[in-house]
């Protein structure tokens, strides 16, 4: 298993890969156009976890010098409770820590209790917060 950091030839591995495990039912989560963006602004907190020449697992993280954000994390399924999620954390978790970034937020649907444990098992914590969002287009 090796974790690395986003090459411009994963594109469509990675982007099949979230098309595959998320349901982008919003335009603004599309796989193409968030990995595009992410390529544009700041590649260098998108990682993936390569077994095989194969891409089984991706994490996108973000960070405006006061938080840090996960803004994803995937892997396929038929590689799942090897390790490979908490792999792509604990990555993005250090890249975070080496820009001086004090605490990391990610946010979860509420109704996806398996997530929550995954998080809540590499250390992450509910916290007492409302989240708000505006679609701008």
Not at 37 to 54: Q, R, T, Y
Not at 86 to 91: A, D
Request: net charge positive.
């Amino acid at each position: 298993m090796n974790i690395r950091k986003f090459r411009q030839s994963d594109r469509d591995s990675v982007i099949s890969l979230l098309k595959h495990v998320f349901d982008s039912k919003y335009a603004h989560n599309d796989p193409e156009l968030s990995i595009d963006m992410k390529v544009k602004h700041s590649k260098d907190l998108l990682f993936v976890a390569e077994e095989d020449n194969l891409i089984v697992g991706t994490a996108m993280a973000g960070f405006d010098g006061h938080r840090g954000w996960i803004y994803s994390l995937a892997v396929n399924p038929d590689f799942r409770r090897k390790g490979i999620g908490s792999q792509l954390m604990k990555k993005a978790i250090n890249e975070l820590k080496s820009l001086g970034c004090l605490k990391v937020n990610l946010q979860i649907e509420k109704d996806n209790s398996d997530v929550v444990n995954f998080y809540e098992k590499i250390g992450f914590s509910t916290e007492d917060r409302i989240s708000m969002g505006m679609k701008l287009y």
